[in-house]
């Protein structure tokens, strides 16, 4: 039998902590699927277009990871591809609250979706895509907070 796990999420843009996860789960799991949501309630600084193609850098090299990304609910989009496994990273506990919602919510929608969470390593636990947003776009170094590969086409965004 094949396990294989959704790594879901905005990815606006993707971070090391990100990565983490991702690294963490493909050693775990045979395949790992990092699902980049197309619409969200939070308003997005990169399209979907660029979200992927700064996905796919950073996991270039992961043989067993596979980038992907899904429109609508969460939960059919893994019934769809027939699996059932989602993977959340939990930095710290402020990450709870809303995790905790977000996974019984999609529990009780599909009960046979489970949910699994990893922590990423500490020196990530404090990195958001928001705040490397912020630092970018104030001209600020994101070098230690995103994947080398990634670095490029997420300053393309914020140059003048
Ligand atoms: N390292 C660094 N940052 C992390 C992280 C990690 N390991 N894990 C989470 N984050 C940060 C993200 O950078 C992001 O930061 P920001 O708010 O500053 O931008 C924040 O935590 C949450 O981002 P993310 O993990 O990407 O999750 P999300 O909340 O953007 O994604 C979806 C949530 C897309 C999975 C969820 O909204 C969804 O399933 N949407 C589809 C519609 C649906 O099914 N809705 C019902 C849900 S119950």
New binding site residues.
Partial sequence: MTRVAIY?????PL???????IVRSAEIFDRVIL?V?K????SVTFSVAERLQIARASVKGLKNVEVDS?G??????VRARKMRILV????AYS?FE?EF???L??RK?APEIETIF?M?KEI??Y???????EVAALGGNIRDFVPPQALALILKKFKK
């Fill in positions: 879901a999420g905005t990815f606006d971070t090391n902590g990100h990565l983490d996860i699902a949501a619409s969200t309630p939070k899904f609508g609910l969460l939960i059919d989009y959340r990273g939990l930095r990450d809303y919602q977000m996974a919510t999609n929608l990893m990423p990530h636990s990195v958001s895509s928001s705040i490397v947003r």
